[in-house]
């Protein structure tokens, strides 16, 4: 399992940013949200997707990092520089978090769940979920609720895009007025 942070503050790949993470709790959602509005970019992102190149970052691009403290996944918007929503990147986690220091994580189960604007959903990473098993860094019962919660995550959320869009601008609301 790998710890990850929600703070991309020392982001390599990033040399100016403005970013904040914000605590909701409320009838609908208890966690933190996390936002990023890279300014100036010294090295683009962009991933082949099935066949498809995916731009992710560059100047003026937004990630928004949706992480629910009573679920076992996180949700991270990359939004482009016209403002429109380039794709949905779900990580599957054991587990949300603070740690001791305050700092706010998740532990990344290695499979991924990517939906785009057009409505296609991806599953990423099994590769790696299939490795962790293999070399005993996650368990067999690990294993397989990873993929539960993917195929939860497949067939619930991320099919509807039009709900992912609202929840996007809810949040983003939050994290970009307050």
């Known amino acids: 399992m790998k710890r990850k942070f929600i703070d991309r503050s020392s982001w390599s790949r990033v040399d100016k940013s403005t970013s904040k993470t914000i605590y909701i709790e409320n009838d609908e959602f208890k966690g933190y949200v996390y936002y990023i509005l890279c300014e100036k970019v010294n090295s683009c992102l962009e991933v082949d997707m099935q066949g498809k190149k995916v731009h992710l970052l560059d100047d003026g ?7 629910p403290l009573d679920k076992r996944y996180s949700i991270t918007t990359m939004i482009n520089d016209k403002d429109e929503i380039v794709q949905w990147y779900f990580d599957i986690t054991k587990k949300n978090g603070i740690d001791e220091e305050g700092k706010v994580y998740y532990d990344d189960m290695y499979l991924d769940v990517v939906a785009l604007p057009s409505s296609e959903i991806i599953l990423l990473d099994e590769d790696e979920l ?3 098993l293999e070399n005993s860094l996650i368990s067999k019962e690990d294993y397989d609720l990873a993929y539960s919660d993917a195929k939860e995550i497949i ?14 601008t809810k949040f983003l609301k939050e994290v970009t007025v307050k």
């Not at 691009?61 to 992480?67: M, N, T």
């Not at 067939?155 to 996007?168: C, D, P, R, W, Y």
């Open 61 to 67: 691009y937004k990630w928004l990092q949706i992480l």
């Open 155 to 168: 067939s619930g959320l991320a099919s509807n895009v039009e709900n992912l869009k609202i929840l996007t």
């Open 130 to 132: 299939e490795e962790a």
